[in-house]
């Protein structure tokens, strides 16, 4: 069993940086690989980004590569996602997720936080 509790969202201007954070109980956390997703209001949960359990592989959606990182420090059950040149269309919830398959597919996490709201105004 795996709980989830993200930080770090906030109302921000287009352009500036936000970092969130994902805290994750347990001891089982290294074993999982991690994912944020965002789901907009009216809109399907979307993918985002995920990161493999070592923290070796990454990987990103078309809409936020190369403004957005992922990363994760197993030794503080942490995955974070850094947001650069945020957009007005990022507004979203930011979930994180652990699942167990490298996957952009919602379906194939378990375990899932309760969201940080992330608001970019233009």
């Known amino acids: 069993q795996v709980q989830l509790v993200e930080s770090g969202g906030g109302l921000v201007q287009a352009g500036d940086s936000l970092r969130l954070s994902c805290a994750a109980s347990?001891?089982?956390?290294?074993?999982?690989?991690m994912g944020w997703f965002r789901q907009a209001p009216g809109k399907e949960r979307e993918f985002v980004s995920t990161?493999?359990?070592?923290?070796?592989?990454?990987y990103y959606a078309d809409s936020v590569k190369d403004r957005f990182t992922i990363s994760r420090d197993n030794a503080k059950n942490t995955v974070y996602l850094q947001m650069n040149s945020l957009k007005p269309e990022d507004t979203a919830v930011y979930y994180c997720?652990?699942?167990?398959?490298?996957?952009?597919?919602?379906?194939?996490?378990?375990?899932w936080g309760q969201g940080t709201q992330v608001t970019v105004s233009s």
């Open positions: 347990g001891r089982t956390f290294s074993r999982y690989l």
């Open positions: 990161i493999h359990s070592s923290g070796g592989s990454t």
């Open positions: 997720a652990a699942g167990q398959y490298f996957s952009g597919s919602p379906e194939h996490y378990d375990y």
